[in-house]
């Protein structure tokens, strides 16, 4: 009987449970509302008021045209989490560092169209809400030199580093870790 009893709890927890709730659990954060949605957590990993974080994000991978990248929209979520948990946003530090095939996913339309087919730029609108709260976001300045990307082609609020190395050891020397995602 002791089994049965375990094995009942334990489908209720799961019924119940916030992580188990799927794609449909997921919601606005409290800081970027119109991306970076993230699920209620009750997590066993203490986050409070007094948690401090700095963390770079590093972006090799292209967005998909006409989405945004996944990298940028985890940087979102990252700092919509972690503000829905308690942390005052004063406290979350987050730098994107950007290279290679993403170099585009930071230019204006009239240099992303140039490469995309004539697309826009599907992360004008995040770079923009990231980079006003206090995001910053570093292309790397050997992708940028090698797609032929100058910085007039670049969106405002993104910072040219000498390369994404560079940045990396820079940030790192300030403090931040890299998030492995």
């Given at each position: 009987?002791?089994?049965?009893?375990?094995w009942?709890?334990?489908?209720?927890?799961?019924?119940?449970?916030?992580?188990?709730?799927?794609?449909?659990?997921?919601?606005?954060?409290?800081?970027?509302?119109t991306?970076?949605?993230?699920?209620?957590?009750?997590?066993?990993?203490?986050?409070?008021?007094?948690?401090?974080?700095?963390?770079?994000?590093?972006?090799?991978?292209?967005?998909?045209?006409?989405?945004?990248?996944?990298?940028?929209?985890?940087?979102?979520?990252?700092?919509?989490?972690?503000a829905?948990?308690?942390?005052?946003?004063?406290?979350?530090?987050?730098?994107?560092?950007?290279?290679?095939?993403?170099?585009?996913?930071?230019?204006r339309?009239?240099?992303?169209?140039?490469?995309?087919?004539?697309?826009?730029?599907?992360?004008?609108?995040?770079?923009?809400?990231?980079?006003?709260?206090?995001?910053?976001?570093?292309?790397?300045?050997?992708?940028?030199?090698?797609?032929?990307?100058?910085?007039?082609?670049?969106?405002?609020?993104?910072?040219?580093?000498?390369?994404?190395?560079?940045?990396?050891?820079?940030?790192?020397?300030?403090?931040?870790?890299?998030n492995?995602?």
């Amino acid at each position: 009987m002791p089994k049965i009893a375990l094995w009942g709890y334990l489908l209720g927890a799961s019924l119940t449970s916030p992580v188990w709730a799927g794609e449909s659990a997921f919601q606005a954060g409290p800081v970027f509302p119109t991306f970076g949605k993230i699920a209620p957590v009750v997590s066993d990993m203490a986050v409070t008021t007094e948690t401090r974080l700095q963390v770079a994000f590093d972006v090799g991978k292209a967005g998909d045209v006409g989405k945004l990248n996944r990298t940028l929209n985890s940087a979102a979520r990252f700092i919509n989490m972690h503000a829905a948990a308690g942390v005052p946003v004063d406290n979350i530090k987050v730098a994107v560092v950007v290279h290679g095939g993403a170099s585009f996913d930071l230019t204006r339309d009239s240099r992303y169209g140039q490469k995309k087919d004539g697309a826009q730029n599907a992360n004008r609108a995040a770079i923009k809400a990231l980079t006003e709260k206090g995001v910053e976001i570093y292309l790397c300045g050997q992708s940028a030199a090698y797609h032929d990307i100058k910085k007039i082609d670049l969106l405002p609020g993104v910072n040219l580093a000498l390369s994404a190395m560079t940045a990396h050891a820079l940030l790192q020397q300030k403090g931040y870790t890299l998030n492995p995602f």
